[in-house]
């Protein structure tokens, strides 16, 4: 989602390399097993550390699960009792306080915290006095100019060493967000991922080049706006390369600089996304940067590491998934480039033997994703009976329905189920008992929402012949469906009281269950492109597995016969 700059620092005070990875590693591993209701795979700690933004600009290998899995395996046997870490079972992982705390033998110890000896970089930040009463949109507002002038000069802004900004919520972290356009030509960009499954939940390809603001960005010429589009500018020219091959490098890098330098910088608006922690630390000025000579355009490359590979969409006859891009991306082709979308939810199929009809079928998502409609609907068209997880919670707890006692209560008294003694056991029981007294035939469950309760029911049911259906919806999409299906007639139903729900920790583990999904639906237009797509997930769904909507990866996904 952010496209972080790179660091240098001076020869004479360059960390070592390996020490920093080693951190790096461990900083992630602390911050995500914190959040973690269960101890988890090195793998899983790395993908939320993704999801999360936790690696920041760190350029990781090809296998940084198994970086992960070292890095923690080391810092256990050198540090043995006084690591943070602790290895609950083969290959699995818990902060060392919190496996203590759950066992009365055992004394909890509180390790010293690790200073990461990162180059130092000052960033533009707004503390929360000038965006509180601001920054209430999710998304793209193009009134840039009113909202600069607030955030900037009603309190003066401040800059902060990037490695103590990425902690606070208290301060937004300015960064660029720069679109590259030649005519009809947009450029775009691909990452590398570490499974496909993130890919595919995620987005591999990005619209969007930039950075942080730093302080080094402002000299007398940049002051007036903080040394905005000087950040722009320098970004492209880092993360862009003119490659002119009857050129040397010296010149090339010259060109790129210059290029760059003189491009003309349109301000299309201020993006905003409080939907993650990542987002709600910063806040984005999204630019245009405009090439006049394709002769020229055409000759850039990628200039960082991070990026996997740059190319040109051709917006006069192109169509795009908007599944293919990532959040900002689709904020931005959703605000700027709507003709070029296909306006329709799309399907993706990772696991076609597991979703039969004679499986039973688990639907999960986030809030306001359309998993419910989902569950009823699949109900309606195969028969299946449809098992509602909030109502067995509820009768577990012995607890008011949530038209009595309000969503984020029972969202709190739901979270103190699942995590206390044998919670996600107790609900796979009780979904197994619903089933039961279905007669022993496939049904739809609707809304799993922890891990452990999905991995249990797949333990315990028939060796696991269990679907897993993903629904993957914009958090501004999910917004909309959920204020117009839960707060109909409530003017004052904002955005950041959708967010206390949307982010209620009884939520945290919904995107884990999306990697480990059978199929995902990607729902990014709202219910009627949605159930178009749901007619065609049905059509599919008779008596043989339904087939992949389309090859990933040529020669690796295949269909059964």
């Known amino acids: 989602m952010v496209t972080y700059e790179k660091q240098t620092v001076s020869e004479d005070n360059r960390p070592d390399q390996v020490d920093v990875d080693g951190q790096t590693y461990l900083r992630v591993a602390e911050t995500v097993l914190a959040k973690a209701l269960s101890p988890l795979k090195a793998r899983e700690i790395v993908e939320r550390g993704i999801e999360q933004g936790l690696f920041g600009d760190h350029v990781m290998g090809r296998t940084p699960e ?16 006084f690591s943070r870490f602790f290895r609950t079972a083969r290959g699995r992982f818990a902060l060392r306080a919190s496996a203590n705390s759950e066992s009365e033998s055992a004394e909890e110890y509180v390790a010293e915290k690790r200073v990461l000896n990162l180059p130092k970089e000052e960033v533009l930040c707004a503390p929360e006095a000038n965006f509180r009463d601001v920054l209430t949109f999710q998304g793209i507002d193009p009134d840039s100019a009113s909202i600069l002038k607030r955030i900037l000069t009603s309190h003066e802004p401040t800059y902060i060493a990037r490695t103590e900004a990425e902690t606070r919520d208290d301060a937004k972290q300015f960064i660029t967000y720069v679109l590259v356009q030649c005519g009809e030509r947009l450029l775009f960009f691909r990452r590398s991922y570490l499974s496909r499954a993130a890919e595919f939940l995620r987005g591999s390809k990005c619209i969007g080049f930039g950075g942080h603001v730093s302080a080094a960005d402002v000299d007398m010429w940049s002051r007036e706006d903080y040394g905005l589009a000087a950040c722009a500018r320098r970004e492209l020219a880092e993360e862009i390369s003119l490659q002119d091959r009857s050129a040397n490098q010296v010149a090339n890098n010259r060109a790129t600089i210059r290029l760059f330098q003189d491009v003309p910088l349109e301000r299309l608006g201020i993006l905003n ?6 987002g709600r630390r910063h806040v984005a000025v999204v630019y245009r940067a405009w ?9 850039l490359m990628k200039g960082d590491s991070s990026i996997k590979g740059i190319s040109w969409i051709d917006l006069s006859k192109d169509t795009l998934d908007i599944a293919d891009f990532e959040y900002w991306s689709q904020l931005c082709l959703r605000k700027f480039y709507p003709s070029t979308l296909i306006a329709k939810a799309r399907l993706q199929v990772l696991n076609s033997s597991r979703l039969t009809k004679d499986h039973l079928l688990v639907v999960a998502g986030r809030v306001g994703s359309g998993k419910s409609e989902t569950s009823t609907y699949l109900g309606e068209r195969l028969s299946h009976p449809v098992i509602r997880t909030g109502e067995l919670v509820r009768t577990l707890m012995n607890a008011p329905s949530i038209t009595e006692i309000g969503r984020e209560e029972f969202q709190k008294r739901a979270f103190e189920f699942i995590t206390g003694p044998n919670g996600p056991n107790r609900l796979a029981q009780a979904i197994l008992r619903q089933v039961t007294n279905n007669g022993g035939r496939p049904c739809i469950v609707d809304g799993v929402r922890n891990l452990q309760t999905f991995e249990k029911l797949e333990s315990l049911y028939h060796g696991g012949d269990i679907g897993l259906i993903y629904i993957q919806t914009p958090p501004d999409v999910a917004f909309d469906m959920y204020r117009a299906r839960e707060a109909q007639g409530t003017l004052s139903f904002s955005y950041r009281d959708f967010l206390k729900v949307y982010d209620a920790p009884v939520e945290s583990e919904i995107t884990s269950l999306g990697r480990k999904a059978h199929a995902i639906v990607y729902n990014s237009f709202g219910m009627e492109a949605f159930r178009r797509t749901l007619d065609d997930f049905v059509s599919l769904n008779l008596k043989t597995p339904i087939a992949p909507v389309h090859v990933i990866e040529p020669g690796r996904v295949k269909v059964r016969s």
């Open 66 to 81: 198994k970086s992960m899995q070292a890095r923690l395996s080391i810092d256990i046997l050198t540090r043995a009792g």
């Open 273 to 278: 996304d409080d939907s993650s922690e990542v």
């Open 291 to 299: 090439i006049s000579d394709w002769n020229v355009a055409k000759k």
